[in-house]
């Protein structure tokens, strides 16, 4: 064990210890950022699992954790090329090669066959470990919808995706508990591989989080990695302090009173999305379109806040809503509203050792009405051009407090202040009274001017997003923000 937990902490472990091919591994040497594709690919040659674009984008790394918890196991699809290695501690690790048993096909791998669903050797072994995950975890059979969800995050460039899609009907759901695999138990304690120059730790209360960060204020604090994951594989970044948050006891804490969710910072995307449906479904809808299933199994809330990225759907979202965020840092707990949490481009009023700890949000009243939209180039797995987000009081038709907020319009996600003064005292029947605050729009952002979208672009598309939130306040049916699918050339007019 390292000196470093040694000194906030007696017991401990220094090796991390999964399950592997049936047996349990401890390794307690490894390069902190080493990432999990790299030992199966390069250290046990485990090749079924590729590596496509080394981003979490095409999925074709695509693994399965296994993990018990309380009796629960659970079946988590996660990129194998932006994990780190030491964040499978705890899990049994289930790749491409441990589906069959002897020549005996798992069923999906069966219905992947009947439907002549195997198109290339890229995709395949991760949409087989895509739809593993959905057949071993669903507890009826799944909708289309699902299906194609659960296959966002697998980008066959052959676009073959209706025999997958079909394969996914035909392989249906495991009924009962799988006989083979059972997961991994969490051996507790707090974990330290390395020493004080070079770690990978993984402390398991909150306290003793806090005791290491102010010991290594430099050290990067890692959730879901899959913001830090392409740290290391595009930027090529020697990380050599790596502290875990994934096995923080209370960090995933979800509780709802007193009219406000709060989220600990812990909490997957994939745990939040239904929860924060039930505020209101746009944020279901935004949640949905964020990321794939891979992303949103191991991207975490506190992740996406604290990664202060200008163009992150969750900032937006919950500004509008009106979140106050939890920090701490030794023993000393403060809060602050979200947005005064991003200062300018990637600065975020965090000090070193400083770590968030949840998000507080507050939920609809009846006189409340919200929106949210996220506008893309392409409508799954796909990083925000603009995201939109309006919480308006509405009383007796009026407008009374308006929060307004955007990403991908400033440097950080951030409120419009101007158009939310315009907009105060506006009527929802009178078009020309939200004029004011249409145009007011132009005073508050001098928008990013990048390959994503251009500057010209995102003002226009931002204007029309409050225009459309006002418009289906006021009982307009909604508008489908999605490119209409191109007709069949059968149905295409013909030349005349
Ligand atoms: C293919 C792909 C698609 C994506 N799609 C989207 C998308 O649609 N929308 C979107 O917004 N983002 C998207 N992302 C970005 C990313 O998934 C999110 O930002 C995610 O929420 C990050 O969470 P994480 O737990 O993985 O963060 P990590 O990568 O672990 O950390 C991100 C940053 O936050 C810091 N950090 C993490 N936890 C804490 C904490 N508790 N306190 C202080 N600092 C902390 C880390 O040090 C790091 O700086 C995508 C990423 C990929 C690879
Ligand atoms: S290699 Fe493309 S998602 Fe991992
Ligand atoms: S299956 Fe690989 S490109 Fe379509």
Known sequence: MGEGMQNSRVA????????????????????????????????????????????????????????????????APVNACILLLGQVDGAEIVTVEDLAEGTILHPVQE??????????????????????????SASVPPARDT???????????????????????????????????WGCDDAGGDLFVGRDEQFFAAPDSIETLAALLVKHPDATLVSGATDVGLWITKGLQDIRKIVWLGRVAGLDAVSDEDGSLKLGAGVTLADALPLLREIHPDLGEVMRRFGSVQVRASGTVGGNLANGSPIGDLA??????????????????????LEDFFVAYRKQDRRAGEFVT?????????????????????????????????????????IGRARIAYGGM???????????GFILGARLEDEKSWRGGLTA??????????????????????????????????????????IAAPRPLSQAASPS
């Open 358 to 398: 949840s998000v507080t949000i507050p939920k609809l009243a009846a006189s409340d009405q919200f929106r949210a939209y996220k506008v893309t180039k392409r409508l799954d797995e796909d990083i925000s051009a603009v995201l939109a987000a309006f919480r308006f009081e509405v009383v007796d038709g009026r």
């Open 316 to 337: 937006p979202c919950l500004i509008a809503l009106g979140a106050t965020l939890e920090l701490r840092h030794g023993g000393v707990t403060r809060t602050l509203p």
């Open 111 to 136: 219905a992947m066959v009947e439907a002549h669903a195997s198109q290339c050797g890229f995709c395949t072994p991760g949409i087989v470990m895509s739809l593993f995950a959905l057949h071993e």
């Open 147 to 181: 299906i194609r969800d659960q296959l966002a995050g697998n980008l066959c460039r052959c676009t073959g995706y209706r025999p997958i899609v079909e394969a996914a009907e035909r392989a249906g759901t495991r009924a009962g508990a799988s006989p083979r695999w």
């Open 410 to 420: 400033a440097g950080i996600p951030a409120r419009a202040r101007s158009a939310e």
């Open 441 to 482: 729009l132009a005073l508050d952002f001098t928008p990013l001017d990048d390959q994503r979208a251009s500057a010209a672009y995102r003002s226009l598309v931002a204007r029309n997003l409050l225009k459309k939130a006002l418009m289906e306040m006021r009982g307009a049916p909604a508008l489908d923000l999605r």
């Open 12 to 75: 401990g472990r220094s090796a991390i210890r999964f399950r592997f091919r049936g047996r349990e591994v401890e390794l307690a040497a490894f390069a902190p950022r080493t990432t999990l594709l790299d030992w199966l690919r390069i250290d046990q040659g485990a090749t079924g699992t590729k590596e496509g674009c080394a981003e979490g984008d095409c999925g074709a790394c695509t693994i399965v954790l296994v993990r018990r918890r309380g009796g629960e196991v659970s079946f």
